[in-house]
């Protein structure tokens, strides 16, 4: 079923100064614009209000990661993201082709980042990863971004020499029930489980704000085709803080092969709480609102 995450659902109450950082700062383009969004995306998204403008950012030339900005006006202020300790949405990868220029860019642009670069091997490998952290409090989220490696970080930098910013890469849920989570990505979904390790150590710490000695397992997870952005699941750390913002801050869309089959394999509610399925502008999609911090709108293509 799962071949990727085509692109990244963002509510905002107001979705311009995320328009311009992924647009102006990020290199994205804006793709398509509904100033009248039908209102059954409320029920698919589950929203407190109905949605009043949708702006879709995406890479021309990538395959998926793009992202969806919506507006609903009134939507409360999100809660920070702090430590890796809450379930829930954590962070969205991108690559950077010159980590230095484009990280400046960024800060010249009104937006903070965490701490300075931090080097450290990927775990369980000796593949350099240089690494920093940006707030983007209107979503709760972090942005990982990371430095590209030529033939090393499969993104849309590697088919445009004029991007120096990649697609979302991966999405990253903290889960209370890794073990499930995974099981689910594998068996109920179909991805390919293909890396999975425990991000800890000085450099890891000093980034995420955790305490010496602390760290979590982390899953990446991919379809046949190795399509990008790629579905991660992290564990919480054990002193898990309850999540008190019940809004929807992110939602990955996928499309399916058979909507049909996947419903049949969730709809007992076993892994969470099913929406639809639900017809919007001829296409028919099926919420879930997963038992492991993860919000999914799967479509099935025309």
């Known amino acids: 079923m799962f071949d990727g995450i085509d692109h990244v659902v963002l509510p905002a109450a107001d979705v311009e100064p995320l328009r311009r950082l992924y647009v102006e700062l990020f290199g994205f383009t804006e793709v398509a614009v509904d100033d009248d969004p039908d209102?059954?995306?409320?029920?698919?998204?589950?929203?407190?209000?109905?949605?009043?403008?949708?702006?879709?950012?995406?890479?021309?030339?990538?395959?998926?990661?793009?992202?969806?900005l919506v507006e609903v006006p009134g939507l409360p202020p999100a809660s920070p993201a702090r430590r890796p300790n809450r379930v829930g949405p954590y962070a969205l990868d991108f690559y950077l082709r010159d980590a230095d220029a484009v990280e400046q860019r960024i800060e010249e642009g009104g937006w903070e980042f965490r701490t300075p670069?931090?080097?450290?091997?990927?775990?369980?490998?000796?593949i350099p990863?240089?690494?920093?952290?940006?707030?983007?409090p209107l979503s709760g989220l972090l942005h990982a971004v990371v430095q590209y490696r030529p033939r090393g970080t499969r993104c849309v930098i590697d088919q445009d020499r004029q991007e120096d910013t990649s697609e979302v890469v991966a999405v990253v849920f903290m889960t209370d029930r890794f073990e499930e989570a995974?099981?689910?990505?594998?068996?109920?979904?179909?991805?390919?489980?293909?890396?999975?390790?425990?991000?800890?150590?000085?450099?890891?710490?000093?980034?995420?704000?955790?305490?010496?000695?602390?760290?979590?397992?982390?899953?990446?997870?991919?379809?046949?085709?190795?399509?990008?952005?790629?579905?991660?699941?992290?564990?919480?750390?054990?002193d898990g803080?309850?999540?008190?913002?019940?809004?929807?801050?992110?939602?990955?869309?996928?499309?399916?092969?058979?909507?049909?089959?996947?419903?049949?394999?969730?709809?007992?509610?076993?892994?969470?709480?099913?929406?639809?399925?639900?017809?919007?502008?001829?296409?028919?999609?099926?919420?879930?609102?997963?038992?492991?911090?993860?919000?999914?709108?799967f479509f099935e293509p025309v």
């Not at 980034?207 to 997870?221: I, K, Q, S, T």
């Not at 008190?244 to 969730?266: G, M």
Request: hydrophobic share 40%; proline share 8%.
């Open 39 to 68: 209102p059954a995306w409320q029920q698919l998204w589950q929203l407190p209000a109905p949605p009043t403008r949708s702006v879709m950012l995406g890479k021309p030339r990538s395959a998926g990661g793009w992202i969806r």
């Open 117 to 126: 670069a931090v080097y450290y091997n990927l775990p369980g490998t000796d």
């Open 129 to 136: 990863v240089r690494e920093r952290m940006l707030d983007q």
């Open 182 to 238: 995974t099981a689910f990505a594998r068996d109920v979904l179909g991805a390919r489980q293909y890396f999975t390790g425990r991000f800890d150590g000085p450099a890891v710490e000093q980034m995420l704000g955790m305490a010496p000695g602390e760290g979590f397992v982390a899953a990446l997870f991919r379809g046949p085709g190795s399509r990008n952005a790629r579905l991660e699941f992290a564990e919480v750390l054990p």
């Open 241 to 297: 803080e309850p999540r008190t913002d019940l809004v929807r801050r992110v939602v990955a869309t996928c499309a399916v092969p058979d909507l049909d089959a996947l419903h049949t394999l969730v709809k007992n509610g076993d892994h969470g709480e099913t929406i639809g399925p639900v017809t919007v502008d001829g296409v028919r999609h099926l919420g879930l609102a997963s038992s492991y911090g993860a919000a999914f709108d």
